[in-house]
């Protein structure tokens, strides 16, 4: 009963003192049993490097930490605990050989034999002093898991002292607690608000190059942030977009790449290894014709003649790198064969259009038919004056040149070169009955 008040009195003595360091249990069946972390303060950095293991090609990864996890004693307190029987303890640490851990062990195991009480202070603080004094040979040499471990910890122990402190931004030059603030991987350290605010306005505006450290020095260098600090500065939904305006930029400077024809997707597109105009849009799989960028059309077929209007225009209007952009992106063989047929167009449009006029019905283009002004659509058979667009009646269709005081007075046979005199004449003929 004596040594389980006495165990129980150690024990919130000693959470008083470790706090957060100290953690216990006290088992139904009685006897206490915990642990209490030690920290290791470290002034210097620490190096700690990958054990090189015979199947590991890798040269080992070395990796400098400014602060190493605790060195825990575990302890379990028997029934006859403080007066009749010792502590059982043991040291954990994952980053100490086992002979300087079994060392450790047994110095502060030693203790009770010495006095005969209570002795988990002591033998903390015992531990203490040993780690700080203990031999240690760097860079220490540790297995991966542990590297890993150790580099997990320190990011966390850096991050809550960062988070503890006063920092003043360099962008408002405000003091903000550390968990206010970030600090980029250049080490700059700018409020949260700031920063967000400023990546965001960058990002918003298309201006993705530069979002970068603000500070002159990292400017000069191109310092980028990361992506994983951009995320956690602006969130996920402005670093997707973000992401994709550097994919999109990056593309753009490569003309092998084309873009989706569809408004709302505009998704980077792969030209296929086959078929030369046929390209896949990476975003919603659409297939279109990298020439015309009309939906798929089929190798052997024509492209839409607009749009190849459109790559003919832009390639005469185009300055020299422009044009030299463009023969890559169409290919030299393929560029000419798009302007030819665009001159040829159009020059057949030019032909068209002063030789024939759209029916205001069906908008087909009509070639003169009489070799007079009143048109009949080859098409949908609309009757119609070729100089005005007015719809003529079957039965009255020339009425519509006898109305004095209209534009088309007496106008029947205007526009018509003098070898067409003779046609005209006996389509007058035939017209006037
Ligand atoms: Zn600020
Ligand atoms: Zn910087
Ligand atoms: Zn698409
Ligand atoms: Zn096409
Ligand atoms: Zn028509
Ligand atoms: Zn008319």
New binding site residues.
């Given amino acids: 009963m004596e040594n389980e008040t006495e165990q129980k009195d150690e024990m919130t003595a000693l959470e008083a003192i470790y706090q957060d360091d100290f953690e216990c249990i006290h088992a139904p069946s009685g006897g206490y049993s915990g642990r209490i972390a030690v920290h290791v303060h470290s002034t210097d950095t620490a190096a700690v490097v990958e054990k090189t293991t015979p199947d590991n090609a890798q040269p080992p990864k070395a990796r400098h930490v400014e602060n190493l996890p605790p060195v825990t004693v575990m302890f379990a307190l028997p029934s006859g605990y403080p007066r009749a029987a010792p502590p059982r303890l043991s040291v954990m640490c994952s980053w100490l050989t086992r002979e300087q851990r079994l060392e450790l062990e047994r110095r502060i195991g030693a203790l009770w034999d010495e006095e005969q009480d209570v002795v988990l202070f002591r033998c903390v603080d015992l531990l203490q002093n040993m780690v700080h004094e203990l031999p240690l040979v760097f860079p220490l040499e540790v297995s991966v898991d542990v590297m890993r471990a150790v580099v997990t910890y320190d990011c966390a122990a850096r991050q809550e002292q960062f988070d503890s402190t006063q920092h003043t931004c360099e962008i408002c030059f405000e003091e903000k607690r550390g968990y206010l603030c970030y600090r980029l991987s250049c080490g700059h350290v700018y409020c949260r608000d700031c920063l967000r605010d400023y990546f965001a306005l960058l990002i918003t505006e298309g201006s993705v190059s530069n979002v970068r450290c603000p500070d002159a020095r990292c400017v000069k260098a191109g310092f980028r942030v990361s992506e994983d600090d951009l995320s956690s500065i602006v969130g996920a939904e402005l670093h997707k977009r973000y992401r994709e305006l550097v994919v999109k930029q990056a593309l753009e400077a490569d003309p092998s790449i084309a873009w989706c024809p569809r408004q709302q997707c505009q998704g980077p597109a792969i030209k296929d290894a086959t078929y030369e105009k046929l390209a896949i849009c990476q975003k919603c799989s659409l297939a279109f014709c990298y020439y015309c960028r009309k939906t798929w059309h089929g190798a052997g077929e024509y492209c839409a003649i607009d749009n190849l209007q459109r790559v003919a225009r832009d390639y005469e209007a185009a300055d020299a790198v422009t044009k030299k952009r463009m023969e890559i992106q169409y290919g030299h063989k393929n560029l000419a064969q798009i302007l030819a047929d665009a001159i040829a167009e159009r020059e057949s449009a030019r032909w068209l259009s002063d030789n024939t006029t759209g029916?205001?019905?069906?908008?087909?283009s009509?070639e003169k038919a009489f070799g007079c002004n009143h048109m009949q659509?080859?098409?949908?058979?609309?009757h119609f004056c070729y100089l005005c667009g007015a719809y003529l009646s079957v039965q009255n269709a020339l009425g519509h040149f006898n109305l004095p005081g209209t534009r088309c007075y007496q106008r029947l046979f205007e526009n018509l070169g003098a070898d067409e005199d003779e046609l005209a004449a006996a389509a007058a003929r035939e017209a006037w009955g």
Avoid: E, K, L, R
């Fill in positions: 029916c205001p019905t069906c908008q087909s009509i659509c080859s098409v949908c058979d609309t």
